[in-house]
């Protein structure tokens, strides 16, 4: 392996083009733990149908963007992107229905941080001490953040939200080789329907399949809004951030989770949730600053 080999990263300045897209990016996926917790925790919906909701429905969407785009144009992707967006989707709503939104954050975007700082390395990709330090940060303030006020996660449901942030780790350093975001996006997203056929195969033997109107709707919108929009901007992001900067970037989710509880569940804001917030956040930043030139 070449320790000697720098990163691909992209120095953080007002004028970068990616910042406004990864903000929206950010924001949706902080969406979709708040749309998938509220479907799930009251039973509005089970796991598995919401997961064939979400990616049906944003299969829908992006197809139909493509197309408008441009008619002729043949759809990218690969199946591998599919199997990944479908693991991670899937396994993602079956460990909401027990854990936290605030743990089950924490897990998973603790497991694509790993996965996705250990390819880098495994690539001989140098971690510059200010993206570690940054990262560190990051994580110190969502541990104390999510972890003294929350009850013990369900061992199961807590590995299968493990798993489920290295499948979104993968599906983030797939798109990193992206020319065409939002037609690989919409190619993920079509080749994962038939892999739909996998939690079918485990949700009728239960006969437990439910969901009412509630449901379908935190469904479709974390299909259409959070999912189908937010990930083809964020493999537009890819492009131009290294595989380091990407994993601490997406450490302020849970953050931005918290928030939107607040403002849109009624959740109390807390002087101890303001500043670990800006604690968080100013860990990505600083693993997202500009070198110092030499």
Same mark, same amino acid.
């Given at each position: ?86 693991? =991670? ?81 993968? =599906? ?58 937010? =990930? ?63």
């Amino acid at each position: 392996m070449n320790n000697n080999k720098t990163t691909d990263a992209v120095p953080f300045s007002p004028s970068a083009h990616w910042i406004g897209p990864a903000l929206f990016a950010l924001l949706a996926f902080a969406a979709n733990s708040i749309f998938c917790r509220l479907a799930l925790m009251h039973g509005d919906i089970d796991a598995h149908s919401f997961t064939a909701v979400r990616l049906l429905s944003g299969a829908l969407l992006l197809f139909c963007l493509v197309r408008l785009r441009q008619p002729g144009q043949a759809l990218g992707g690969s199946w591998k992107g599919g199997l990944a967006l479908l693991a =991670y989707a899937w396994l993602f709503s079956i460990a909401y229905v027990q854990l936290g939104a605030g743990v089950g954050a924490l897990i998973l975007f603790g497991a694509v941080q790993i996965t996705m700082f250990a390819w880098s390395w495994f690539k001989g990709d140098r971690v510059e001490a200010r993206v570690l330090a940054g990262m560190l940060v990051a994580f110190a303030g969502l541990i104390a953040l999510l972890l003294p006020g929350a009850n013990a996660p369900a061992p199961l449901s807590a590995l299968f939200m493990v798993v489920s942030g290295i499948a979104w780790g993968a =599906y983030s350093l797939i798109g990193k080789g992206s020319a065409d975001p939002l037609g690989d996006t919409a190619g993920n997203f079509l080749r994962s329907l038939p892999l739909l056929a996998i939690p079918a195969l485990v949700a009728l033997p239960s006969g437990q399949l439910t969901a009412n109107a509630h449901g379908l709707l935190y469904a479709l919108a974390s299909g259409v809004l959070a999912s189908g929009a937010g =990930y083809a901007v964020w493999y537009g992001v890819l492009k131009q951030v290294s595989a380091q900067q990407a994993a601490t970037m997406q450490l302020s989710v849970p953050v931005i989770a918290a928030l939107g509880g607040v403002v849109l569940l009624g959740e109390p804001l807390s002087l101890r949730l303001a500043v670990i917030s800006a604690v968080v956040l100013g860990g990505v930043g600083l693993a997202l600053g500009r070198r110092k030139a030499k």
